[in-house]
């Protein structure tokens, strides 16, 4: 059916700005709407940028990190060998018996949604991209994903080596760094992104990348070179590759709060597995997108890249630091997993932000009470002293007890997310009185700890908090990642 | 839509009201106005509340709301009712 416009032709030349020449912002072509103020990324207007996170930090006590020491590679040392043994071979006839009893939330069909949405995306997690794993390089893998690096590029079908601008013979991309920024933010969008920020790095945020890799230990320096490279003992990061691109993936909310009881289940931890597997992909899909460009994208061997997620995200503004010590947003709250590349490609840096959310986090304690591990702090202030080599100390925060944390995955034979489904701001956003109690909370300066407790409270008598029925999630007829809450777009 | 809707209906009760008033010669003291907003403003966010709720898949949540929302903008509508009776 044709649709006849009650506007003439000449008002709508007219109507959008084609026919004066003086117009104020006339756009000539794609590269002119990116930096058109009206392209900048909206946030909530009582989410305030300021010029340092709302978590104190001393640079001077901060180091570069060593990734090993992280939970997810060192459990097994921090309870002990003995003990891991024995809590694994328990955890694998539990999680048996539990798929014989049909047990709601560890079934076959729910153990397998968990494996498969952590194990999707085609691709590993590389330093320069999926491509330059060679065959030689990937041999070890088995031939399914070897790649040759010397395969035609335009006419090979099997996923071909991305030409570079050198190789294309065209000139590199080049834009402003508020054009860049705003490219790479719509790019990664399409990639599956939520949210994006940038941060520059200097003598402090270098401080954020960690020394060592997480898996191979290999040692992570910067120097003085033109492009990335990668030796049996380290990686190195051009000096030139100062800007972190800081990207979020959301969680299904539906889908982290179908744990049993307190207890997580194979179901709930799903959410996390999915976000992580299409964040693999969106990675290796931007670092493709930054080569193809004619930059470098530098991304680490594994899901926790080169550097500390929630660290990079409050340096570039996605959110606050929380009591759970991750990153909690105004938008999405923590129903979100931080990701990292390192690239060349100049962009502007976003600022921290201030939307009352660490103050919010002081007077709650909803996850310090609920987490079934007791490893999350409950003292009301924040403090700078760790509690164990996993944490990174230099800033004040409510340092947890990760080891404690694993051990409980273990027990219960599943992720656990409960600090984040039980949070105040995992919300679907949809009632304004979501936005409304997120106002109060930004910017209410009367009583604002006995307010902000009464906000917490209602949220339990609200029953946010409430068990889900775990089995009715199979029947449920959910958005696209069990995701709606996106916030700013231009299609809300 | 529905905010369309909703703007339209209480823009033609605001002018009915405001005529009806005019038609009675009735005057109506400071006071009266701010409540009968807050009673607007709790009635509004009662029936957002709920069918939000519902479409959040909060159940409770939305009754709730409905309760503590929508008992205070009830009272404060019943006030005013008898005030102008």
Request: glycine share 8%; with cysteine; proline share 5%.
């Given at each position: 059916?044709?649709?006849?416009?009650t506007?003439?032709?000449?008002?709508?030349i007219?109507a959008?700005?084609?026919?004066?020449?003086d117009?104020?912002?006339?756009?000539?072509d794609?590269?002119?709407?990116?930096a058109?103020?009206?392209?900048e990324w909206?946030?909530?207007w009582?989410?305030?940028?300021?010029?340092?996170?709302?978590?104190?930090i001393d640079?001077?006590a901060?180091?570069?990190?060593?990734a090993?020491?992280i939970?997810?590679?060192?459990w097994k040392?921090?309870?002990?060998?003995?003990k891991?043994?024995?809590l694994?071979?328990?955890?694998e006839e539990?999680v048996?018996?539990?798929?014989i009893?049909?047990?709601?939330?560890y079934?076959?069909?729910d153990?397998?949604?968990?494996?498969a949405?952590?194990?999707a995306?085609s691709?590993?997690?590389?330093?320069?991209g999926?491509?330059?794993?060679?065959?030689?390089?990937?041999?070890?893998?088995?031939?399914?994903f070897?790649r040759?690096?010397s395969?035609?590029?335009?006419?090979?079908p099997?996923r071909?080596?991305?030409?570079s601008p050198?190789?294309?013979?065209?000139p590199c991309?080049e834009?402003?760094?508020?054009?860049n920024s705003r490219?790479?933010r719509?790019a990664?969008?399409?990639f599956?992104?939520?949210?994006?920020g940038y941060?520059?790095?200097?003598?402090?945020?270098?401080?954020l990348?960690?020394?060592e890799?997480a898996?191979?230990?290999?040692?992570?320096e910067?120097?003085?070179?033109?492009k990335?490279?990668?030796t049996?003992?380290?990686r190195v990061?051009?000096?030139?590759?100062?800007?972190v691109?800081?990207f979020?993936?959301?969680?299904?909310?539906?889908l982290i709060?179908?744990?049993?009881g307190?207890?997580?289940?194979?179901?709930s931890a799903?959410a996390?597995?999915?976000?992580y597997?299409?964040?693999?992909?969106?990675?290796d899909?931007?670092?493709?997108?930054?080569?193809v460009?004619?930059?470098?994208?530098?991304?680490g061997t594994?899901?926790n890249g080169?550097?500390i997620?929630?660290?990079?995200?409050?340096m570039?503004?996605?959110g606050?630091?929380?009591?759970?010590?991750?990153?909690i947003?105004?938008?999405?709250?923590?129903l979100q997993?931080v990701?990292?590349?390192?690239t060349?490609?100049?962009?502007?840096?976003?600022?921290?932000?201030d939307?009352?959310i660490?103050?919010?986090?002081?007077?709650?304690?909803?996850?310090?009470?609920?987490?079934?591990?007791?490893?999350l702090?409950?003292?009301?202030?924040?403090?700078?002293?760790?509690?164990?080599p996993?944490?990174?100390p230099?800033?004040?925060?409510?340092y947890e007890?990760?080891?404690?944390?694993?051990?409980w995955?273990?027990?219960?034979t599943?992720?656990?997310s409960?600090?984040?489904?039980?949070?105040?701001?995992?919300?679907?956003?949809?009632?304004?009185i979501?936005?409304?109690?997120?106002?109060a909370?930004a910017k209410?300066?009367i009583l604002?700890?006995?307010?902000n407790?009464?906000?917490?409270?209602?949220?339990?008598?609200?029953?946010y908090?409430?068990q889900?029925?775990?089995d009715d999630?199979w029947g449920?007829?959910l958005?696209?990642?069990?995701?709606?809450n996106v916030?700013g777009?231009q299609?809300? | 839509?529905w905010?369309f809707?909703?703007?339209?209906?209480l823009?033609a009760?605001?002018?009915?009201f405001?005529d009806?008033?005019?038609s009675?010669?009735?005057t109506v003291?400071?006071?009266?106005w701010?409540l009968?907003?807050l009673?607007?403003?709790l009635g509004t966010?009662?029936?957002?509340?709920f069918?939000?709720s519902?479409?959040e898949?909060e159940?409770?949540?939305?009754?709730?709301g409905?309760?503590?929302?929508?008992?205070?903008?009830?009272?404060?509508?019943g006030?005013?009712i008898?005030f102008f009776n």
């Amino acid at each position: 059916m044709r649709h006849h416009s009650t506007v003439g032709k000449k008002e709508r030349i007219s109507a959008l700005g084609l026919d004066r020449e003086d117009t104020a912002e006339k756009f000539n072509d794609l590269d002119d709407v990116m930096a058109s103020p009206s392209a900048e990324w909206k946030r909530p207007w009582w989410v305030r940028e300021v010029t340092k996170p709302t978590m104190d930090i001393d640079w001077d006590a901060t180091e570069r990190f060593d990734a090993r020491k992280i939970q997810q590679v060192s459990w097994k040392k921090y309870v002990g060998e003995e003990k891991a043994k024995e809590l694994g071979k328990r955890r694998e006839e539990k999680v048996r018996q539990w798929m014989i009893e049909k047990r709601s939330g560890y079934t076959l069909r729910d153990r397998a949604l968990d494996i498969a949405g952590a194990q999707a995306g085609s691709v590993d997690t590389s330093f320069l991209g999926s491509w330059a794993k060679t065959a030689e390089a990937t041999k070890n893998e088995g031939e399914m994903f070897a790649r040759d690096a010397s395969r035609s590029k335009l006419t090979d079908p099997a996923r071909p080596k991305p030409m570079s601008p050198e190789e294309l013979g065209v000139p590199c991309y080049e834009g402003t760094p508020q054009e860049n920024s705003r490219m790479i933010r719509s790019a990664l969008r399409h990639f599956g992104a939520s949210q994006v920020g940038y941060v520059e790095l200097n003598d402090y945020t270098k401080k954020l990348i960690y020394a060592e890799d997480a898996m191979d230990g290999k040692r992570i320096e910067f120097e003085n070179v033109d492009k990335a490279y990668e030796t049996k003992e380290k990686r190195v990061i051009p000096e030139k590759a100062k800007w972190v691109i800081v990207f979020s993936v959301q969680m299904s909310e539906e889908l982290i709060k179908r744990k049993s009881g307190l207890m997580p289940s194979a179901l709930s931890a799903a959410a996390t597995g999915a976000a992580y597997g299409q964040a693999r992909n969106a990675i290796d899909q931007l670092q493709c997108f930054l080569h193809v460009l004619g930059y470098q994208g530098l991304m680490g061997t594994w899901f926790n890249g080169l550097g500390i997620a929630p660290a990079f995200a409050v340096m570039a503004g996605l959110g606050e630091i929380g009591r759970i010590n991750r990153m909690i947003s105004p938008e999405h709250g923590p129903l979100q997993r931080v990701f990292k590349v390192v690239t060349d490609l100049p962009l502007e840096p976003t600022k921290p932000i201030d939307a009352g959310i660490m103050n919010f986090c002081r007077t709650c304690k909803v996850c310090a009470d609920e987490c079934p591990a007791d490893c999350l702090s409950k003292e009301t202030e924040p403090y700078w002293e760790p509690k164990g080599p996993w944490n990174n100390p230099g800033h004040k925060t409510w340092y947890e007890d990760s080891p404690t944390c694993r051990t409980w995955w273990a027990v219960s034979t599943a992720g656990c997310s409960t600090c984040f489904a039980v949070c105040a701001f995992s919300k679907k956003n949809i009632s304004v009185i979501h936005d409304l109690v997120k106002i109060a909370i930004a910017k209410n300066r009367i009583l604002p700890d006995k307010v902000n407790a009464f906000f917490a409270k209602m949220d339990g008598v609200f029953g946010y908090q409430d068990q889900r029925n775990i089995d009715d999630w199979w029947g449920m007829e959910l958005p696209p990642r069990g995701t709606k809450n996106v916030k700013g777009t231009q299609l809300d | 839509m529905w905010r369309f809707i909703y703007g339209v209906v209480l823009g033609a009760g605001g002018m009915a009201f405001w005529d009806w008033l005019k038609s009675e010669n009735i005057t109506v003291d400071w006071y009266v106005w701010p409540l009968m907003l807050l009673a607007l403003a709790l009635g509004t966010l009662a029936v957002h509340h709920f069918f939000a709720s519902r479409a959040e898949l909060e159940p409770k949540a939305a009754w709730i709301g409905l309760v503590i929302f929508g008992v205070p903008a009830l009272l404060l509508s019943g006030w005013m009712i008898s005030f102008f009776n």
